[in-house]
């Protein structure tokens, strides 16, 4: 803008000076940039022009401007009022921003002691460029920007971003149909990395560094994640950025990458990758965890204390203890954290071969504890090593072991 108000002032003074010579050269350009911009950032009817902007930079170019429109030497490579401006236009610079932008140039020349009849002229050039600064960029501009524009630049950059995020989370975690695949995530950093994400796939910067879309969720495959559930995050998403006032045409494009990415969301692990997993986590992992021992036993008793043919070994026992107990042991036998302090096997059950405990009550166990973890959804082969665990300490519970 400031270059703007001294387009005409080239030509040469009464005593063939020309005005950057007789203003005082490169130390006096260089003083009326920087009392103008300190001016501007100060001034609340303006300075919102220039949020974001490198002010050193902004300066540099200005005083190279300067320095050619008062006469001195040519080291300018701007661009002309119009386009120079037209960005500025967009955010709505308008009159009554121009006419602040002339008073503090007034004010800034006043103070570097230029005669008052050099300000009122530089204010007549400054409303003779008024037109050009306010032009805006052209219909056919327009739409070569939005064609040339990032998909992250059109929705708004990190602003839209970080807030269409918060927003899409907070929906996510109310709606019932996909909020069971965020149990026990930290939001904070989930949100923080989704916002990452998002700004990569919409052409911004690029500072994700999380994992790719298979193997970022393919621990959720394994919960059941598929086709109905991306529909819901995309029709969240799309909510989402309709409360934000996204253009439909915008929505559209985001639909567009998210379904551009379903497959690879739902691939889930390689059999190798499976494999690996397995080999490297104990059975306490990858039954589930504290989580789904506890809620095995509780579903197992349950079941225990509703069977006629095994319930008769539990008879005035105190069931909390007993489920207490049992999970400790479980989460030990399972290759969890051993925090098991009862009594051995044999020690642990010779009191109910005194009622008549035998093979048979063992299969009921067997097979009731199969059921529990078949109803928990529990993959078969897991099943299987679990029956097979309490196969290994049949002679135990039935004290055969010892007796041999």
């Known amino acids: ?79 002309d009022m119009r386009l120079g401006h037209a960005h500025l236009v967009e955010q709505g610079l308008n009159d009554t921003h121009v006419d602040v ?34 032009a805006g960029y052209t219909e056919e501009e327009k739409k070569a920007m939005g064609k040339e524009k990032s998909l992250y630049e059109q929705l708004g950059g990190e ?39 998002l700004t990569m796939a919409f052409g911004g910067p690029n500072h994700y560094t999380g994992r790719d879309m298979r193997l970022g969720h393919a621990h959720l495959v394994e919960q059941g994640l598929n086709d109905s559930h991306v529909d819901v995050i995309i029709e969240l998403l799309g909510e989402t950025l309709k409360e934000l006032n996204v253009s439909d045409d915008l929505i559209a494009q985001v639909a567009d990458i998210a379904n551009s990415v379903r497959a690879d969301v739902l691939a889930g692990y390689t059999q190798e990758e499976k ?18 021992v506890n809620a095995a036993v509780d579903i197992f008793y349950r079941k225990v204390l509703a069977d006629p043919r095994v319930n008769q070994f539990f008879e005035g026992v105190d069931m909390e203890k007993q489920a207490a107990k049992q999970k400790a042991f ?28 035998n093979d048979t009550h063992v299969d009921v166990i067997i097979e009731l504890l199969g059921e529990t973890l078949k109803e928990l959804g529990v993959a078969d082969d897991l099943i299987q090593e679990v029956a097979a665990i309490a196969e290994s300490v049949r002679d135990d519970v039935l004290c055969r072991r010892q007796a041999s």
């Open 275 to 292: 494999q690996a997993m397995n080999d490297s986590q104990s059975l306490y992992e990858r039954l589930g965890g504290e989580a789904a």
């Open 330 to 357: 479980l989460t030990m036998a399972f290759g969890g954290p051993n925090n098991y302090t009862g009594k051995d096997m044999c020690e642990a059950h010779r009191h109910l071969l005194d009622k008549g405990l």
């Open 159 to 197: 602003a839209a971003v970080d807030a269409a995020v918060d927003i899409f989370y907070r929906k996510v975690l109310a709606d019932p149909r996909v909020n069971k695949f965020f149990e026990g995530v930290d939001m904070e950093k989930q949100a923080a990395k989704q916002k990452a994400f």
């Open 101 to 134: 932008i002339i008073e503090l140039l007034g004010e800034t020349l006043k103070e570097l002691n230029v005669p008052d009849e050099l300000i009122q002229e530089v204010a007549k050039i400054a409303d003779s460029v008024r037109a050009d600064v306010l």
């Open 1 to 79: 803008m400031f270059a703007a108000l001294f387009r005409m002032l080239t030509g040469k003074t009464a005593d063939n000076r020309s005005l950057y010579e007789k203003l005082g050269g490169e130390a006096a350009v260089d003083a009326a940039v920087d009392i103008f911009y300190r001016k501007v950032l100060a001034d609340d009817r303006v300075n919102q022009f220039f949020e974001g902007v490198d002010m050193e930079k902004q300066a540099a170019k200005q005083k190279a401007f300067l320095t050619m429109a008062f006469g001195g030497p040519n080291h300018y490579t701007g661009r």
